[in-house]
């Protein structure tokens, strides 16, 4: 790992443990765009897939959202995906998984006001062209979500 990469796993993990809720989306998308889930869409489709369609039926629907526990979530989504993110983060697992089971289901819910997703404007897509950034392009802090960060101070 780089210093920048060390940089920014540090300064995510930072920011994942203040949490304010209105970071999460971008943080969490700078997460799953290192797996190979692809973006919230991927991880919505993981989680249904995973056994709980219900909760994320609730998150995209109108009305309460349903809660979800770290062990669902372990239980739902690919080991080498979560140990992935768990290492960006710079977090061990089993605080990354409660900081998803606070968080995810107002994040979602916030993500489709209609019920349905928004597109998600952070999901990469390695087949387009035109960067020679493999990231989606943006500068490196931009691409981190750094501008989030100064908001959790």
Do not use: C, Y
Not at 31 to 42: I, N, S
Not at 67 to 93: N, W
Not at 116 to 138: N, Y
Not at 143 to 149: E, F, H, I, S, T
């Amino acid at each position: 790992m780089g210093l920048l990469d060390s940089l920014v796993s540090g300064a995510m993990k930072g920011a994942l443990q203040q949490l304010d809720g209105s970071a999460l989306p971008s943080l969490l998308a700078q997460l799953l765009g290192r797996t190979d889930l692809g973006g919230f869409g991927g991880l919505i489709e993981t989680l249904r897939r995973g056994g709980l369609d219900r909760e994320v039926g609730s998150w995209l629907g109108q009305g309460s959202n349903m809660p979800v526990s770290p062990d669902q979530l372990r239980r739902a989504m690919p080991d080498q995906d979560l140990s992935r993110m768990a290492q960006e983060a710079g977090l061990p697992l089993d605080q990354l998984l409660e900081i998803l089971a606070r968080h995810l289901p107002q994040t979602i819910d916030g993500l489709s006001p209609n019920g349905h997703l928004r597109d998600d404007p952070m999901q990469v897509d390695p087949q387009a062209g035109g960067s020679d950034d493999a990231s989606g392009g943006g500068s490196l802090s931009d691409q981190a979500g750094l501008d989030d960060l100064d908001r959790l101070r």
